[in-house]
């Protein structure tokens, strides 16, 4: 088996992230290096458990591992606690130990309830990141960040919690379907615009191969995507500095997919419009050439995301900014390209410009959004 592996160091806590095409099955043998017992829970949704679970948990048992399968209904919506909660039930009810371990096999929203399960279950039980989808391989499996959505916002309530490996099989985007991936692309993308000139025009290269789901160009892509995303995590685990940056197109993204309701767009398409928008911000306030937001612009139509701003309405969005969870003493703060590789967070912006810039994106085509 050939498999990458990208080093998340932090102390104790540090763990593999192992990549690699048709592996899945590998883990079983994996897990015995890891320091559980041997019971286990995979957490998946039905889909997801027919299509790769069930085959999970046959090479587990097969290595002697007791394995319990919970399935969660797929979706957003069931993010909650309500979905924790049935963890719980199962867990408590098969007598779950200290030392018995959780495996998330899905997608974000998967990697996110099960790690949160996982990270307030007797205070804590080992678990494992089976990420999916291409937002989970590149961006939410890795980090730490478990919760769930209250009816008053999205990811209120959560924990850092890192898990103990992660293990990416590239093989299941084959079933991942097409607008998934693409979405995915918008936090590969931000990976080059915050860190790394070299993969942006890798990206730039190569998106049709990524698209078409080529072997090499997958894993390539997703282990660069977790190197960076383990550097910045590494330095700064708890987002007081450094860590902020992977926020890069999420202010602005975050508001187009609030006033929208969340039922519009996937995550990764409103992050390429929030990106394509802050670079517009960073050139209209003199941080960077207009060459920058352009680029940006480019790739992301080029793979198939959108970049203008629906038609919603410029002053909706300016209070939905206003109102962002990660608003500081009444200012937004913004992470802005100075470059393609590099990017600066400031609280200075001016309300004028940003209107004016928010309006500049938007457009009134509604063929285009
Ligand atoms: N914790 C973090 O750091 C972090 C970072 C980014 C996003 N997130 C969270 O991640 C969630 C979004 O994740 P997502 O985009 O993966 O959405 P998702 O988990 O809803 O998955 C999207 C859809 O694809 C399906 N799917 C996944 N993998 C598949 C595969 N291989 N084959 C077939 N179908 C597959 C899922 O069943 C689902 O229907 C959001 O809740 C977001 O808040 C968390």
């Given at each position: 088996m050939d498999i990458r592996r990208v080093r998340v160091e932090l102390g104790q806590r540090s763990y593999d992230i192992c990549i690699g095409h048709s592996i899945l099955s590998g883990l079983a043998r994996h897990v015995?290096?890891?320091?559980?017992?041997r019971k286990g829970a995979i957490i998946t949704n039905p889909s997801l458990n027919k299509l790769y679970g069930e085959s999970l948990s046959r090479h587990l048992s097969g290595e002697g591992y007791g394995i319990t399968t919970i399935e969660l209904p797929a979706g957003?919506?069931?993010?909650t606690l309500k979905s924790v909660s049935r963890i719980y039930d199962t867990l408590a009810g098969e007598r779950f130990e200290r030392s018995s371990f959780i495996i998330a096999l899905g997608g974000g929203v998967i990697g996110d309830i099960a790690g949160f399960a996982a990270a307030t279950y007797l205070r804590g039980i080992p678990y494992i990141q089976v990420p999916t989808s291409l937002v989970a391989q590149v961006?939410?499996?890795?980090?730490?960040k478990t919760g769930v959505d209250h009816a008053l916002g999205k990811n209120l309530i959560g924990a850092f919690y890192q898990p103990l490996l992660v293990w990416i099989d590239?093989?299941?985007?084959?079933?991942?379907?097409g607008r998934e991936l693409i979405a995915g692309m918008g936090e590969v993308v931000k990976y080059g615009v915050i860190a790394d000139e070299q993969f942006f025009k890798y990206i730039m290269e190569s998106y049709r191969d990524i698209l078409s789901l080529d072997k090499e160009t997958l894993i390539h892509t997703v282990a660069r995507s977790c190197e960076i995303k383990a550097m910045i995590v590494s330095s700064d685990e708890r987002e007081?500095?450094?860590?902020?940056?992977?926020n890069f197109g999420h202010t602005i993204g975050h508001a187009v997919e609030t006033a929208t309701g969340?039922?519009?767009?996937r995550h990764g398409e409103a992050v390429a419009m929030g990106m394509v928008a802050a670079a517009r911000l960073a050139v209209n306030m003199g941080l960077c050439r207009n060459d920058v937001a352009e680029v940006i612009d480019r790739l992301c139509r080029s793979i198939g995301l959108k970049t203008a701003l629906p038609s919603v309405n410029t002053s909706e969005l300016m209070d939905i900014l206003r109102r962002d969870k990660k608003v500081v003493n009444e200012k937004i703060r913004f992470v802005l390209p100075?470059?393609?590789?590099e990017v600066t967070i400031t609280e200075n912006v001016d309300n004028d410009v940003l209107q004016e810039t928010l309006q500049l994106c938007y457009t009134h085509d509604k063929s285009e959004n």
């Open positions: 015995k290096s890891l320091p559980v017992g957003e919506k069931y993010k961006d939410s499996s890795v980090g730490g590239v093989g299941v985007l084959k079933t991942l379907p007081s500095g450094l860590r902020a940056i992977l969340y039922r519009k767009y100075v470059r393609i590789g």
